[in-house]
T-cell receptor
Framework: GEDVEQSLFLSVREGDSSVINCTYT??????LYWYKQEPGAGLQLLTY?????DMKQDQRLTVLLNKKDKHLSLRIADTQTGDSAIYFCAEDGGYNKLIFGAGTRLAVHP | DVKVTQSSRYLVKRTGEKVFLECVQD?????MFWYRQDPGLGLRLIYF???????EKGDIPEGYSVSREKKERFSLILESASTNQTSMYLCASSFVQTYEQYFGPGTRLTVT
């Protein structure tokens, strides 16, 4: 079956890099996504990567995709307190559905 | 800007009550989705709809039903609320050609 797995918590110091990891199971996924949920809010699309890419960079965000290992990561450079949120990895599940991981809660401390 | 709104941010209901959660989107999206979010479980799909009057079961449809009479509005119905339906409910919408979903702010439902 389809399953997306993430670690639940990550704590980093302000100014350091954060790396959030995700594994997925459906090798036919065309796109993989990272969503961000700030406290008390819904989810917002942060970035996505097409399955034929290895890496995508967008300002402080770097997405790495290892299709062989079905491993996706999100690196946030120079992490700030405003980056504190829950980050969800998602893969496309067919019929326009997304399959989400459990979410990684990122805590940024001074 | 895409806007997805949900009728309530917080709702408290009693066991056995019928509960309606409303979601409205203003981007003419064909697809609409209802999820519930629980700590450690992430988002689980309850129902989705790809057109007016069309609905498909998601992963956890038991105890829920939906209604889509107009393209912009998707309602989630708890026929007889139970305490295990206490959760955060998120609505989302998307175009049929894409997987990018736009989310509402969520409704935190407590059933006592």
């Amino acid at each position: 079956g389809e399953d997306v797995e993430q670690s639940l918590f990550l704590s980093v110091r302000e100014g350091d890099s954060s790396v959030i990891n995700c594994t997925y199971t459906d090798s036919s996924s065309t796109y993989l996504y990272w969503y961000k949920q700030e406290p008390g809010a819904g989810l917002q699309l942060l970035t996505y990567i097409f399955s034929n890419m290895d890496m995508k960079q967008d300002q402080r965000l770097t997405v790495l995709l290892n299709k062989k290992d079905k491993h996706l990561s999100l690196r946030i450079a120079d992490t700030q307190t405003g980056d504190s949120a829950i980050y969800f990895c998602a893969e496309d599940g067919g019929y326009n559905k997304l399959i989400f991981g459990a979410g990684t809660r990122l805590a940024v401390h001074p | 800007d895409v806007k997805v709104t949900q009728s309530s941010r917080y709702l408290v209901k009693r066991t056995g009550e019928k509960v309606f959660l409303e979601c409205v989107q203003d981007m003419d999206h064909e697809n609409m989705f209802w999820y519930r979010q629980d700590p450690g479980l992430g988002l689980r799909l309850i129902y989705f709809s790809y057109d007016v009057k069309m609905k498909e079961k998601g992963d956890i449809p038991e105890g829920y039903s939906v209604s889509r009479e107009k393209k912009e509005r998707f309602s989630l119905i708890l026929e007889s609320a139970s305490t295990n339906q206490t959760s955060m409910y998120l609505c989302a919408s998307s175009f049929v050609q894409t997987y990018e979903q736009y989310f509402g702010p969520g409704t935190r439902l407590t059933v006592t």
